[in-house]
């Protein structure tokens, strides 16, 4: 059992590690671009996909001006793992979030973090309290009433469907 939680746990830092790869590693097991996040309370939604498996990314903020963020979609050498990362690579965020989603289609969510900041300028990331989102079989989102609005990265692997012949 414990060989297994190893392996699983290098493979897990595998696709963590390539959702932050460049764009231009390969087209077919990663995928990375930019987003224009905007204030003004209008929920918006990005989606990216790498074979038969998707991310969208649901949001609606409030306060300051667009931010630029990006988002990373990563498919691991045996189609089994699919993560999906969306962050502000300047850090924290100065919107205010008043709700967010990620979806993963075609996967089950083995794993999922938010932060209300990111590694930048010598700060490391800051995850969200635990009460603060929930986690289900495909999807992460705040809790309403308990999600303080500072959202800066979200991070989300699942475990895909992919059946062996």
């Known amino acids: 059992m414990a060989i297994h939680n190893y392996l699983f746990a290098v ?3 595998f696709v963590v590690a390539l959702a932050f790869l460049p764009a231009d590693v390969s087209a077919e097991s990663t995928k ?3 987003l224009d996040i905007r204030p003004g309370g209008t929920v918006y939604t990005f989606t990216e996909g790498i074979k038969d498996y998707e991310c969208t990314f649901t ?7 667009n931010e630029q963020w990006m988002m990373s979609v990563g498919l691991s050498d045996d189609d089994r793992l699919f993560s999906c990362s969306v962050w502000r690579p300047k850090g924290k965020s100065y919107l205010f979030f008043t709700q967010f989603k990620a979806e993963l289609k075609g996967a089950k969510i083995e794993y999922a973090n938010a932060y209300s900041q990111t590694s ?3 700060q490391g990331d800051v995850q969200l309290n635990p009460e ?16 303080r609005a500072q959202l800066a990265k979200l991070t989300v692997i ?3 469907q992919h059946d062996e012949l």
């Open 132 to 147: 603060e989102f929930t986690v289900g079989e495909t999807t992460v989102t705040q809790k309403d009433g308990k999600f």
């Open 11 to 13: 493979r897990l830092a």
């Open 59 to 65: 949001y609606a903020s409030q306060g300051g001006t």
């Open 32 to 34: 990375t671009v930019e």
């Open 120 to 122: 930048a300028a010598g």
């Open 158 to 160: 699942g475990r895909t």
